[in-house]
């Protein structure tokens, strides 16, 4: 069993959150899907057992109970909450995508890609309609830098910025790009999930949307996988 000690999605919300469920008697995956009218969806599908068999037996060796929340990066990392600590469960390379039936009887598709629910390419600015199942970052206010921070222990924590993983020239060059994106260099968190998708809560008209930022792309600077991967630990 490994721990994973490195960006761990800390007090994010259950929309946020895959989740391992018991649907007809069997183990499947779902999310929760607000809908923006006071509504939410909470599709499932049957279509990935390997991953229900992967954080499965985390939650079975860590809480003796299977099901419950996970989560999956950028990188594909598969990263398990149990017992107050993070697991590596493995890698997971294959795309996620729910469907459920609207009141209008249509089938809905909902992903991590960047279409809307009719299947339409999102363009950066425009209001990001996947689900918010991502991995939090932090755009500094000026719009200089990214970081994450590293749990320690319950006081202590740790910030890595991306300017010390690359460059300050190149941090500073994608942390502008994002800020142009919003319209502002006011910083805050943002999100990236398992397609490199990123998108940005902000206050629009006195109400939470999420921005489409744009994909990150294999040419964008960012931190370097091998640092996820010295944070998993034998236990």
């Known amino acids: 069993m490994k721990l994973f000690t490195g960006n761990c999605p800390e007090s994010v ?14 183990f499947v995956v779902g999310i929760n899907y607000n809908t923006g009218n006071g509504e ?27 099901g419950g929340a996970f989560y999956i990066n950028e990188f594909r990392q598969v990263i398990v909450p149990a017992e107050g600590k993070y697991f590596l469960a493995g890698k997971y390379e ?3 995508q729910f469907s459920i ?11 991590g890609k960047a279409v809307d629910l009719q299947g339409n390419a999102l363009n950066p600015g425009d209001e990001w309609y996947g689900y918010l199942m991502g991995i939090p970052y932090v ?3 000026g719009g200089n830098d990214i970081r994450f921070e590293i749990k320690l222990n319950a ?34 968190r943002f999100y990236i999930n398992d397609e ?14 999420y921005i489409y930022l744009g994909k990150l792309e294999e040419s964008d600077p960012w931190f370097p996988q091998d640092l996820f991967e010295k944070t998993c630990l034998s236990e």
């Open 13 to 26: 919300c259950k929309t946020a959150k895959y989740h391992i469920r018991r649907e007809n008697g069997k």
């Open 40 to 66: 939410y969806w909470t599709p499932t599908t049957e279509l990935h057992p390997d991953l229900v068999e992967m954080v499965n037996n985390v939650k079975n060796e860590i809480n003796s109970s299977p």
């Open 94 to 96: 294959k795309s996620l």
């Open 101 to 111: 039936q609207n009141d209008d009887g249509e089938y809905v598709v909902i992903s």
């Open 139 to 141: 755009l500094a206010a």
């Open 155 to 188: 006081n202590h924590f740790r910030r890595i910025p991306l300017s010390k993983t690359t460059s300050v020239s190149a941090a500073k060059s994608l942390a502008q790009k994002l800020c142009r994106i919003v319209g502002h260099t006011q910083g805050g």
């Open 196 to 209: 490199r998708e990123m998108f940005k809560p902000e206050m629009r008209d006195g109400s939470l949307i």
